[in-house]
């Protein structure tokens, strides 16, 4: 890697990516709501931030997303299901890396190898949900598996050796995760950092559009 363009650069895992990746010698521009304004659900500010900036970029790392949207906590029955619980949930975690997918694209070199990963999440994995619950926020993710996959399709037919990818960071030691790790093994940031880059730096163009955890192990959809 030699220029890193990570969206959500403030968050735990957002910050931590920046770090790892400018300790592998990388040059890391970061961009987050705090500190320059970029929100994933508002389309125009996603285009003035990102437009300004110049590529390539040989790896665009988003690291946005919410468990916690406007209040919405996730539900533990179908009965709590709300609308605009949902509707928040895919404005964040599905629908805002799409649109920075879409603005980005053109930051992406044409030739040679370069990564588009978003942070995705095993209970996205319908094949892998055994217990229910969380509908809205495994829903937004499931969602976002899809986009990045018909994104793959896409980007393969512009720039050939590009690479799609939807990672599953882990339980991860952040505020996002504090409250809900319950038993759930958990890694620092900074160590799923290091995973998820490693993912990222072995990465193969016939991986493009899959869903991975921090091991590199594909995920069931």
């Known amino acids: 890697m030699e220029r890193v363009l990570v969206i959500g650069a403030s968050g735990g895992i957002g910050s931590a990516i920046a770090a790892e990746a400018a300790r592998q010698g990388a040059e890391v521009t970061g961009l987050s709501r705090s500190g320059d304004g970029l929100d994933v659900t508002d389309e125009a500010s996603v285009e003035r931030v990102l437009g300004a900036l110049e590529g390539p970029f040989d790896l665009i790392f988003v690291a946005t997303g919410a ?99 939807a990672l599953h960071p882990g339980t991860v030691e952040t505020a996002f995760t504090a409250k809900y790790a319950g038993r759930h093994k958990t890694v620092s940031a900074a160590e799923a950092a290091q995973n998820l880059l490693r993912v990222v730096n072995e990465a193969l163009p016939e991986r493009s559009g899959g869903f991975y955890d921090y091991a590199g192990e594909e995920i069931p959809w």
């Not at 040679?112 to 926020?137: E, M, P, T």
């Not at 899809?146 to 980007?155: F, R, S, V, Y």
């Open 67 to 165: 468990l916690v949207v406007n209040g919405h906590e996730p539900e533990k029955a179908f009965a709590s299901v709300t609308y605009n619980g949902f509707a928040d949930q895919f404005a964040v975690n599905a629908i805002g890396p799409a649109l920075v997918l879409k603005h980005s694209l053109r930051l992406l070199p044409k030739e040679g190898w370069s990564v588009f990963a978003a942070l995705s999440a095993r209970v996205g994995s319908i094949g892998d949900n055994k217990i229910g619950g969380w509908h809205a926020y495994r829903a937004a993710k499931a969602a976002l598996n899809q986009i990045l996959h018909g994104a793959a399709i896409e980007m393969a037919r512009t720039h050939k050796d590009a690479i799609c990818l």
